[in-house]
């Protein structure tokens, strides 16, 4: 995508250009993201924001909005990077060979959107085809990181990009230059940027080691007072019925947050961070468990900036504790599925412990009195039936590597996974090699079309001496072989009977399918879970990548009642059906962990006999199966091993229920032995 339109609003206050965007210091609310996104405005340096929270809670917003409120830059006029005339440091190849004095221009700051589709050449350029055939020289073509120079590069749903993509976007974010060695190009170019990603937990989350790449991290959640509700409604239906007219309205107050904004950005080489500050910030990092040292050169360079912010020349405890919140969210060492959290009496503790440890040192900025934050515990759910229960889960244990083989039918779009390695035709993926164009490319791999070329030069030259410079034929062109990850999609499909409460046989099933989701955790694959019990089944999280949502299903799923098998078996077909119609590339497994007594028809017809016909079905469109039979003991009616057979699957006994059997069971059903 090219470079978002965004209005902007110099110092004079005239009217914007461009598209109407909604005013940063308008929003209600979130003061903690729009803290966080105004730190890296006055410090482009700190390395980037992190957004996790649920939809609709004006993160997109805010950043659209960030870049409208920045003050205008100058730049190199005919730079492809919009070098800034001020850093000759800084400048690119291009800026250093053309002679002083260098025209300059202003120009808003800007703001690049990444989507999620993406490639690899479109984020950090390529070879500019063009050029190559036609002057037969090789000429980089600058992509999205060299556009968000001095800017903001903006990725929604960045828990979603490929991960090889998001490792590129950290390191440029770090660095602030990006490296390009490819198709025989070599060569850096300044890419200081301010990476903003935003998600949505409930979509998946990212890998630790890409949470600890982000300098900033903040959790959103939407308005509870009503009264703020109310008035979000009232400004955005303003903003929405006259835009200029609205932006006018708080024209004052954006431009006295800009002038802030500029007198942060000159006194923050100013300001001075203590000893005694910096003896906090690793007090607090090593008391919260932060592995790595990243997490303390972070809280320094956010508390140098949050004091620029408030325009004062020392850092004192109260910037150390608001960087604390900021930069160990994400950071902080924490179990499988237990969520990122901070909370402030345990940072507020180890502050005062922290404190009482020093002698009294007299600080010329105090930190100002506020009150403390809102620490209401939330009241746990209740259980709503008498006779039900709810059966804990065991820790997770170490599974051996659920990896099926590659499918067959390799050359199909594919999402990011881990399970298996595949090619891709979508033009995601990482470039590994070529071969000979078929007629239908899209994806030209200039460096091997080239070297296929290179001999056959003299004579085509003495057949067309007007030609281009680089002569090529069909035969020489070639084509990009990309390969990426693909996952599959695991559909679990629990009993919840009264059953499954005796002998300890929820318990066990909770604690392997919960090793198996954090197995499918980090191998990027798709969860979903199926309950049935009492009357009917009941498909608690459609196929997801939040296996932290399956966790929190799993855990609080009661037991009690009859056996709706049948029907837990036609919900898993039919979210099977519709997860295909979106992704056909995944591949499915049915996992089912009962003890086979179906007793509740879908209709007025016998349990069993539409149970083995939904069973046929199910085998009949492809659904790989795995039946984990429950019973136990010596009195056995032995009725998931039929099951098994109709549904063509794997049968395991509850008493092999454990890590390697489950799994080895797992990758027969996904077709690996």
């Not at 019925?241 to 923050?268: H, K, S, T, V, Y």
């Amino acid at each position: 995508m090219t470079e978002l339109s965004v209005p902007t609003t110099s110092t004079t206050g005239r009217r914007p250009i461009g598209r109407p965007v909604f005013p940063f210091t308008a929003l209600i609310g979130q003061d903690r993201m729009k803290r966080a996104l105004l730190l890296n405005a006055v410090n482009p340096r700190l390395g980037g924001v992190l957004i996790r929270g649920e939809k609709g809670t004006a993160k997109s917003t805010a950043v659209r909005a960030l870049a409208s409120l920045l003050p205008e830059i100058e730049v190199v006029v005919g730079c492809h990077y919009g070098c800034d005339p001020t850093s000759p440091d800084d400048w690119c190849a291009d800026c250093l060979d053309r002679s002083a004095p260098l025209p300059t221009a202003a120009r808003r700051v800007p703001i690049v959107n990444l989507p999620v589709g993406a490639t690899e050449d479109r984020l950090t350029g390529t070879i500019d085809i063009e050029e190559a055939i036609s002057q037969g020289r090789r000429r980089f073509e600058p992509g999205l990181l060299a556009a968000a120079h001095r800017g903001i590069l903006y990725v929604d749903e960045v828990n979603l990009l490929n991960d090889h993509l998001v490792d590129v976007l950290l390191d440029v974010a770090a660095m602030g230059t990006n490296y390009v060695e490819r198709e025989g190009i070599s060569l850096s170019h300044p890419a200081q940027l301010i990476l903003v990603g935003t998600m949505n937990p409930e979509e998946g989350d990212l890998r630790p080691q890409l949470l600890d790449r982000f300098a900033l991290a903040v959790e959103v959640q939407g308005l509870d007072d009503r009264a703020e509700r109310a008035e979000v409604v009232r400004r955005r239906i303003a903003f929405e019925n006259d835009p200029i007219g609205f932006m006018e309205r708080w024209g004052a107050a954006e431009d006295e947050e800009r002038q802030r904004i500029l007198a942060a950005r000159e006194l923050l080489p100013s300001v001075i961070l203590s000893d005694r500050m910096l003896d906090l910030i690793t007090h607090l990092c090593t008391d919260f468990q932060v592995d790595g040292l990243r997490a303390d050169i972070v809280m320094y360079k956010t508390a140098v900036t949050l004091a620029a912010y408030a325009g004062r020349t020392r850092v004192n405890e109260a910037d150390v504790r608001d960087a604390a919140e900021l930069a160990l969210l994400h950071r902080r060492r924490r179990q499988p599925f237990e969520q990122p959290r901070m909370d402030p009496g345990d940072l507020d503790r180890s502050i005062d412990n922290h404190r009482q440890q020093q002698p009294p040192e007299p600080e010329p900025d105090r930190p100002d009195s506020s009150p403390p934050p809102d620490q209401r515990e939330r009241e746990p759910e209740r259980q709503s039936a008498e006779d039900e229960q709810v059966v804990a889960a065991g820790d997770p244990y170490a599974v051996r590597n659920l990896a099926p083989a590659a499918p067959a039918r390799q050359d199909r779009p594919s999402r990011a996974g881990k399970r298996s390695r595949v090619r891709s035709k979508d033009g995601q993926g990482a470039y590994v090699r070529a071969r000979v164009a078929g007629p239908e490319t899209r994806d030209l791999a200039l460096d091997a079309t080239v070297r296929a070329a290179a001999p056959h030069q003299r004579r085509r030259r003495e057949q067309r001496p007007d030609g281009p410079a680089l002569l090529v034929s069909g035969q020489d062109l070639h084509e990009k072989v990309r390969e990426t990850r693909a996952g599959n999609v695991i559909l679990f499909a629990v009993d919840a009977s009264g059953s499954m409460a005796a002998r300890s046989r929820m318990a066990a099933a909770k604690q392997a399918v919960l090793s198996l989701l954090l197995d499918a955790y980090q191998k990027r694959d798709r969860v979903g879970l199926i309950a049935f019990r009492g009357s009917r089944a009941e498909l608690l999280l459609p196929p997801t990548t939040s296996v932290d949502l399956a966790e929190r299903r799993l855990q609080s799923l009661p037991t009690g009642g009859r056996t709706p098998l049948g029907h837990a078996l036609q919900v898993g077909m039919l979210a099977f059906e519709r997860h295909r119609a979106n992704h056909p590339e995944d591949v499915p497994l049915l996992l089912v962990v009962s003890d086979g007594r179906a007793n509740v028809p879908l209709g007025s017809g016998d349990p069993a006999s539409e149970l083995y016909t939904l069973a046929g079905e199910i085998r009949a469109r492809g659904i790989e199966s795995v039946v984990v039979d429950t019973e136990s003991g010596s009195m056995r009616v032995g009725l998931c091993r039929p099951l098994s057979e109709a549904l063509g699957a794997t049968y395991l006994p509850l008493e092999q229920l454990r890590a390697g059997e489950l799994l080895r069971a797992a990758n027969i059903g996904l077709g690996r032995a």
